[in-house]
């Protein structure tokens, strides 16, 4: 099979493949400046197995980019430009790119002949997505072209798929469930309406005059587009809202239900190359975000911590199987061998099945929390905060939050004698961490919850709102 982008070129070279603010771009188009960039990056000596670091935001330029890999047998490694310098470096350091791309840099020309495209193997790797493990370094999660392939036709299968179809992609293309979308339109041959950003009046404008008929949003975006339009009901060319990256507040769902939004709540992760549970469409949204059933070819089950399966109805750890599974973490072996010990993706994720096979998410077995679709883990907070010289202990957790699904929120114990308040914290947070990662809410307190093993009792910390 030849690459994605050349077979859909081939059949439907006219129909559009990408919808910006300023232009659409036809499939055969896109297929003649993707082969473009593919010869700069052979120019540059990228070829089969390398990497291409892409640091880039929503742009023309990274789907090129999605597809020009593919050509030269390449990976993909999308990087979000909110990143500070030293995160992205870190991420840069495990993947060894043999070239990167930022934003800003001025677009290649064809500057050689691209060797004949390579036949494009589904067990090979496509791109590293990174995501926060449970020690709060980045992992490079690997997914292969067979991961897209078969995440791309179990979510056809599950929300239908129409040639055009007018998918609203304003999630990060660094994110999985950005960069799902770019797999699954060139499959199937629709068009991506690409934002460079989310901004709730663009999106309304976009579902008004654009076409729209499916659009992934966070619960965040959902509620902010809501809100904005006054929860009056979507426009009629609308048929599927994949809602994940967070567990969806009830009173969101509720909302949306009465404003008949066809609002789809999945469960899904970046190791599972995105979604592994939808509602089906037509069935009612359960305030408690349940009835979400596994894809075609995606098996669930719910587990102890043997991974023994548990009796429907009980709460365990999810554990996932399929061809949408990675094959493993980038450069680290042991976690990949406990990641899918005995041939299941264990998430961390804690989850309840009901007799018939229905998915409830119930919360999370590890310390990561979700702040408006973003992973973020507080090791990594704590860390950073605990470097400041006027902090002798800090702890991080999570905090229910009606629009983001949780905060981030910070404990800190000063050191004797210091004054140093959240103004001073918060901008030392932001020059080393991202945005999304700087608490929202401090507290300052004599002294932190620990068991008699020194070990933070992160749950006492999160029983209790810090003061705002």
Request: proline share 9%; aromatic share 4%.
């Amino acid at each position: 099979m030849n690459a994605w982008i050349l077979e859909r070129a081939a059949r439907t070279p006219d129909a559009p493949a990408l919808v910006t603010s300023d232009t659409t771009v036809s499939y055969a188009q896109l297929a003649d400046r993707a082969l473009a960039r593919a010869a700069a990056l052979c120019a540059e000596g990228v070829g089969a197995g390398d990497r291409v670091a892409a640091v880039l935001g929503n742009t023309a330029e990274l789907v090129e980019l999605f597809h020009a890999t593919s050509l030269l047998g390449a990976l993909l490694v999308p990087l979000s430009p909110r990143l500070t310098v030293p995160e992205r470096d870190r991420h840069l350091e495990d993947a060894a790119p043999r070239t990167s791309t930022r934003d800003g840099e001025r677009p290649p020309s064809r500057v050689a002949a691209l060797p004949s495209p390579r036949p494009l193997v589904l067990g090979a790797a496509a791109a590293i997505v990174y995501t926060s493990g449970t020690s709060g370094e980045p992992k490079g999660v690997v997914l292969t072209y067979g991961n897209l392939l078969a995440s791309a036709v179990a979510s056809a299968f599950h929300i239908g798929s129409l040639p055009g179809d007018r998918w609203l992609a304003c999630l990060p293309l660094c994110h999985v469930g950005g960069l799902a979308i770019l797999a699954r339109s060139v499959l199937a041959g629709s068009a991506v309406v690409l934002h460079e950003r989310f901004d709730p009046a663009a999106v309304s404008h976009a579902l008004d005059r654009d076409g729209i008929t499916v659009a992934s949003f966070v619960p965040a975006m959902l509620e902010r587009v809501l809100t904005l339009l006054r929860d009056a009901p979507p426009p009629p060319a609308l048929r599927a809202v994949l809602l994940g990256g967070a567990p969806a507040p009830a009173p969101l769902l509720e909302r949306a239900a009465k404003a008949g939004w066809p609002v789809l709540p999945t469960y899904g992760l970046t190791e599972a190359c995105s979604q592994v549970a939808t509602l089906p469409p037509g069935a009612p949204l359960r305030p408690d975000g349940g009835g979400l059933r596994p894809l075609p070819g995606v098996e669930l089950r719910v587990a102890d911590g043997d991974g023994r399966a548990l009796p429907p109805g009980s709460a365990g750890e999810i554990l996932v199987r399929g061809d949408t599974v990675t094959p493993g973490y980038w450069r680290r072996p042991d976690a990949s061998r406990t990641l899918l010990a005995g041939g299941w993706l264990h998430t961390g994720d804690l989850g309840v099945l009901d007799g018939s096979g229905a998915l409830r998410v119930v919360g999370r077995r590890d310390d990561r929390l979700i702040t408006g679709g973003e992973n973020v883990h507080p090791a990594e907070i704590e860390t950073v905060l605990l470097a400041h010289p006027d902090v002798a202990d800090v702890g991080v957790a999570g905090v229910a939050d009606p629009v983001y699904g949780q905060r981030v929120s910070a404990w800190i114990v000063r050191r004797p004698g210091s004054g140093i308040d959240e103004t001073a914290l918060e901008r030392f947070a932001r020059a080393q961490l991202a945005s999304y990662k700087v608490p929202r809410s401090w507290r300052f307190v004599a002294a932190l919850p620990r068991n008699a093993g020194g070990k933070l009792l992160r749950r006492a910390l999160s029983d209790e709102a810090p003061r705002d």
